[in-house]
């Protein structure tokens, strides 16, 4: 039995798959320690509660 292993990447390495259209630019990914991540992306609540704080003023 073998055991997969992740695929790490460079930066370089990252920067090209995003040349070569490997990712939508709606994707919300991230290289983090050499790893592609996919991260959520944020919801309406998130983009409307800071906002929000300044009409309190």
Do not use: C, V
Request: proline residues 2%.
């Amino acid at each position: 039995m073998s055991i997969a292993q992740a695929k790490r990447f460079t930066l370089a390495e990252y920067h090209r798959l995003i040349e070569l259209g490997f990712f939508h630019e709606d994707d919300h990914i991230e290289l983090i320690n050499e790893e592609i991540i996919e991260m959520a992306s944020k919801s309406t609540a998130h983009q409307i509660r800071p906002r929000s704080k300044f009409y309190g003023l």
